[in-house]
């Protein structure tokens, strides 16, 4: 917390492993790590040793409960400093550990966040921390019992969270009726696909884009044919069983997670066996990280890679049927048969003239405002589609005025 000078210069990930490592194996230990912590945060004037000691608190509280004899205790030294930032928090992270078998393993990542932190700069600093080659393009999400929110990375990150859990609070309150806990998580993820090439920044590939893609490509959502279906899918077994060759009589067994859901019936389980095993032995000597980055490649191919996908009923076009299937890209936003997968319709972000969104629909003006087509939706995500084309646009721009900011230049 910063009271007494330490010894030797530590990482905040080093402080919290001595901190809290011990008690997630010593269960006896773990009133003496919230004793400690609530006894240096009383009458402690330091106010950046307070702070340091709320997020200790913060993170103790999501690891593991004290005992029942010390439960109220905490319960009233959080409930006595409501004004706090972090005291609420702390009170819904230790009802969830209440509820839940205690982590066995201390905080893998910390990353400081105060008062006075913006979304931008908690952005800034765990794209540091995790060594990628940019921040741009990612963003904080924050996901409540409905809805997973991306903040404004103007805004400071506590004032987000403030407004995000009291706008879910009063929403609850009138649906149900009485007092309401919110819970929450908070993700960091990349949001806007652009300048993004496999390979190129590989620890963006492992942590962020493997993990973002491989869930929309089972879902079916991307053409592909069937020997790139094979290939793939030798690298997903390969992730899956991590290189262990001994495993291949279990992919019958396994084909959801490596087969997209849609395609499944397209060759009986024997038949896609035998070719992926065929896949997986031509490309013997490849590493898990190394499948990872060729899935990605892999995908990269095709026009819908990094596209965020929508299943919304429409009432605009007679041609099209019921339910289409929004993609959103740095393209612009496609239309697109659920169940041929046929492109219906593409409109470039400069021809969407105007949209909105509420809770149940989206709207859009394709064209001039004046003589454009409107294009109506029923959908209850359409706040995420509004926020993701409103997203683009605005890097668009940006980049706009930054090109004549340095044409002007030149031109001095």
Known sequence: MGDYPAKQMQSPLDHTDQIFGPATKHEELRDEIYGQIMKQMTSNNNRLSVEHGWQLLWLCCGLFPPSQSLLKHTQRFLESRRREPLASDCLQRLQSSLRMEPRKLPPHQVFEVGTNTRI???????????????????????????????????????????????????????????????????????????????????????????????????????????????????????????????????????????VPGDQLKAMSENEWKKTITAAYNKQAGMTVEEAKVAFLKAVFRWPTFGCAFFEVKQTSEEKFPDIVRIAISKQ?????????????????????????????????????????????????????????????????????????????????
């Open 120 to 258: 931008r700069d908690l952005i800034q600093n765990i794209s540091k921390k995790l060594d990628l080659a940019s921040a741009d393009g990612f963003s904080i999400f924050v996901k409540t019992h409905d809805k997973v929110l991306s903040l404004t990375d103007t805004d400071y990150f506590f004032d987000s969270l403030r407004q995000i859990t009291d706008w879910s609070k009063k929403a609850k309150r009138i649906k149900d009726g009485g007092p309401v806990n919110i819970q929450y998580n908070v993700f960091f993820m990349r949001k806007l696909w652009f300048n993004v090439i496999p390979g190129r920044d590989t620890e963006a590939d492992l942590i962020f884009h493997f993990p973002q893609e491989l869930p929309k490509y089972l879902r079916g959502y991307h053409v592909s044919t069937k020997e790139e279906m094979i290939n793939i899918a030798a690298l997903l077994f390969r992730i899956s069983v991590n290189n262990d060759k001994t495993q291949l009589v279990m992919i019958p067994k396994m084909l959801k997670e490596l």
């Open 332 to 412: 612009g936003l496609t239309i697109i048969h659920p169940k041929t997968k046929e492109v219906l319709a593409n409109h470039p972000f400069n021809r969407i003239a105007n949209w909105c969104s509420g809770s149940t629909y989206f709207h859009m003006t394709i064209g001039s405002l004046v003589r454009g087509t409107k294009f109506l939706c029923e959908t209850s995500l359409g706040y995420k589609m509004d926020d993701l084309i409103t997203s683009y646009v605005n890097m668009y721009l940006r980049e706009r005025k930054a090109a004549q900011t340095r044409n002007q230049r030149f031109d001095l």
